[in-house]
């Protein structure tokens, strides 16, 4: 990213289409070099399990824009009622994971889901953070997971009912 952090950048929201997939699938890539998230997404008690599509879908792309660069610098989606978002790291704690969080929820209601959830890293107090503020329960226990890449982390599943 080219983007100079002493100067003003303005951040927006957009779903991510197909007109701007190879944007969002360099974001991703830069994304698993800073997170584990997405390893963790398709990771269910220590077994990879088939995504099957189920409900509505969306997939949020937080731009970035500084004169003639825009860019996504971070992602947003819910499949299957999984919240998932992953902002890069010189983007985080601004806030933009709160508009983030935000405008996926709004989403959800409008589109009849009735609860919505995810699973955090226990150690991953900023996002424990912000879900939260946003009302989000811990629920189940933690679960001992061993990723592809070897780490070892602990998981807890946090589930949100939204008001329809």
Do not use: C
């Amino acid at each position: 990213m080219n983007f100079d952090m002493s100067q003003p950048i303005a951040f927006s929201l957009e779903v991510a289409g197909l007109e701007n997939a190879a944007q969002w699938q360099a974001l991703i890539q830069q994304l698993m070099t800073e997170t584990d998230t997405f390893l963790i997404a398709s990771m269910r008690d220590g077994e990879v399990v088939p995504e099957e599509n189920v409900g509505p879908v969306i997939t949020l792309l937080l731009m970035a824009e500084q004169g003639a660069l825009r860019l996504p610098v971070g992602i947003g989606s819910i499949e299957n009622g999984e919240v998932g978002m992953a902002i890069l790291s010189q983007f985080q704690g601004a806030g933009l994971g709160q508009s983030l969080m935000t405008a996926l929820l709004d989403w959800a209601q409008a589109n009849g889901l009735q609860q919505v959830w995810l699973d955090v890293q226990v150690d991953n107090l900023p996002a424990r953070h912000i879900y939260e503020k946003f009302g989000f329960i811990m629920v189940g226990k933690q679960v001992n997971l061993t990723l592809p890449n070897g780490r070892q982390t602990q998981l807890q599943k946090m589930v949100l009912e939204l008001e329809i």
